[in-house]
């Protein structure tokens, strides 16, 4: 009886509750890739229209809100995989273009300013 009252608890607990969460330093790189694209200047493009880096920024943070609710997203690496590599509804790919260079990959883009903000 006990394991069959402690599995109905477990069972009623909110799968939020049971959801990772980011830690203190994940949280950091995350908001860092986020205003860093904001202060970028390139371009997004989503579903086949480019938007400037303040509306791209805008799109991420709600993704982003949208998968902590959710308890989809622990680390850096599953907000760009989650929320900045393609549309959640098209699946389209995102892409990135800043001045002066060729349009990337936003998941490349993104990999390579997490991966150079952690080398400082």
């Known amino acids: 009886m006990k ?10 607990l909110p799968l939020a509750a049971l ?5 203190p330093a994940a949280s950091q790189e995350i908001e860092h890739l986020i205003t860093n694209l904001k202060a ?7 579903n086949g229209s480019w ?9 991420l ?4 809100d949208y998968l902590l609710k959710k ?10 995989t989650r929320a900045g590599t393609e549309s959640s509804m098209s699946h389209k790919p ?3 273009r800043c001045a002066g260079k060729e349009a990337e990959p936003s ?14």
């Not at 394991?3 to 009623?12: D, R, V």
Request: with cysteine; hydrophobic share 40%; charged share 25%.
């Open 3 to 12: 394991h069959f009252t402690t599995a109905l608890l477990i069972a009623a």
């Open 19 to 23: 959801a990772e969460k980011p830690t």
């Open 40 to 46: 970028s200047g390139c371009e997004f493009q989503r």
């Open 51 to 59: 938007y400037d880096s303040a509306k791209a920024a805008d799109h």
């Open 61 to 64: 943070r709600s993704k982003y």
């Open 71 to 80: 308890g989809w997203v622990a680390t850096p690496e599953d907000f760009i």
């Open 94 to 96: 995102y892409q990135v």
């Open 107 to 120: 998941a490349a883009w993104l990999q390579a300013e997490l991966k150079r903000y952690r080398s400082k």
